[in-house]
C-alpha cells in the first residue's frame, strides 16, 4: 500500500494535489474488512468543528482549490499566498495539475513535526505525528527548508479506482521549538461513477 507519510508532508509544504494523489492510491487498495471498529468512531480529538473546511476557524487559500486555512486567527510561520489545482475539484483517472505560493517567515529545521488526521467520511483512517524534516526528502525538498518566497508546481495522477465518498484532511505543523508554522485543511468529494 501507498505510504500516507508523503500525503501529510505535501500538505504541510505546499504539494496538496501530489498528497491527494498519494493519499487516493492508498485508498483505493483499503479493502473494507481492514478497516477496523475502532477506526470508525467519529472524534476530531483536537480539531474542532469550527477547523473543518467552511467553519469559523477556517479561511479559503486564494486560487482555485479545496484547501483552506484553519486556526486562522493565530499567527503561523507559512502564509500561503494561492493554490491552484486543475481540474478543481479533481477527478479520478485524470491529471492533476497543482501551483502553491507560499512565504515562510522563519527557515523550517531538523526536529520540525507535523500532526496529520485523514478521514473518509466518518472513518478516521489516520491520526499520527511525523518528523517533517525526515519526511520532505520524499517530496523533493530538504531541510533546512530556507526562509523566503516558495513556489511549487506539480502534475499528479489521480488513480481511476478512487473510492467514491469525502475525503477530509487536516494538519499542523510546528518547528522544533513549537512555533505554529501551519494548519491546513481540505474536503474533497469523489461522486460515484
Given at each position: 500500500?501507498?505510504?500516507?507519510?508523503?500525503?501529510?508532508i505535501?500538505?504541510?509544504?505546499?504539494?496538496?494535489?501530489?498528497?491527494?494523489?498519494?493519499?487516493?492510491?492508498?485508498?483505493?487498495?483499503?479493502?473494507?474488512?481492514?478497516?477496523?471498529?475502532?477506526?470508525?468512531?467519529?472524534?476530531?480529538?483536537?480539531?474542532?468543528?469550527?477547523?473543518?473546511?467552511?467553519?469559523?476557524n477556517?479561511?479559503p487559500?486564494?486560487?482555485?482549490?479545496p484547501?483552506?486555512?484553519?486556526?486562522?486567527?493565530?499567527?503561523?510561520?507559512?502564509?500561503?499566498?494561492?493554490?491552484?489545482?486543475?481540474p478543481?475539484?479533481?477527478k479520478?483517472?485524470?491529471?492533476?495539475?497543482?501551483?502553491?505560493t507560499?512565504?515562510?517567515?522563519?527557515?523550517?529545521?531538523?526536529?520540525?513535526?507535523?500532526?496529520?488526521?485523514?478521514r473518509?467520511?466518518?472513518?478516521?483512517?489516520?491520526?499520527q505525528?511525523?518528523?517533517?524534516?525526515?519526511?520532505v526528502q520524499k517530496?523533493?525538498?530538504?531541510?533546512?527548508?530556507?526562509k523566503?518566497?516558495q513556489?511549487?508546481?506539480?502534475?499528479?495522477?489521480i488513480?481511476?479506482?478512487?473510492?467514491?465518498?469525502?475525503?477530509?484532511?487536516?494538519?499542523?505543523?510546528?518547528?522544533?521549538?513549537?512555533e505554529?508554522?501551519?494548519?491546513?485543511?481540505?474536503?474533497?468529494?469523489?461522486?460515484?461513477?
Amino acid at each position: 500500500m501507498v505510504s500516507f507519510k508523503n500525503l501529510f508532508i505535501c500538505t504541510i509544504l505546499l504539494t496538496q494535489v501530489q498528497c491527494i494523489s498519494i493519499l487516493l492510491k492508498a485508498l483505493s487498495a483499503i479493502k473494507p474488512q481492514e478497516v477496523s471498529i475502532s477506526q470508525k468512531l467519529f472524534s476530531f480529538n483536537r480539531y474542532s468543528i469550527d477547523n473543518l473546511p467552511g467553519g469559523d476557524n477556517t479561511k479559503p487559500v486564494p486560487g482555485d482549490s479545496p484547501i483552506e486555512i484553519c486556526d486562522f486567527k493565530e499567527s503561523q510561520l507559512l502564509k500561503l499566498q494561492e493554490i491552484i489545482i486543475a481540474p478543481n475539484p479533481p477527478k479520478a483517472g485524470s491529471n492533476l495539475t497543482f501551483t502553491a505560493t507560499g512565504y515562510i517567515s522563519k527557515t523550517i529545521e531538523d526536529g520540525a513535526y507535523v500532526e496529520v488526521d485523514v478521514r473518509y467520511g466518518f472513518i478516521k483512517l489516520v491520526h499520527q505525528t511525523f518528523d517533517l524534516c525526515e519526511e520532505v526528502q520524499k517530496v523533493d525538498l530538504e531541510c533546512p527548508i530556507q526562509k523566503g518566497n516558495q513556489i511549487i508546481s506539480k502534475v499528479v495522477e489521480i488513480p481511476q479506482e478512487v473510492p467514491p465518498g469525502k475525503y477530509l484532511v487536516n494538519a499542523r505543523a510546528y518547528t522544533k521549538d513549537d512555533e505554529y508554522i501551519t494548519c491546513l485543511t481540505a474536503q474533497i468529494e469523489f461522486p460515484i461513477q
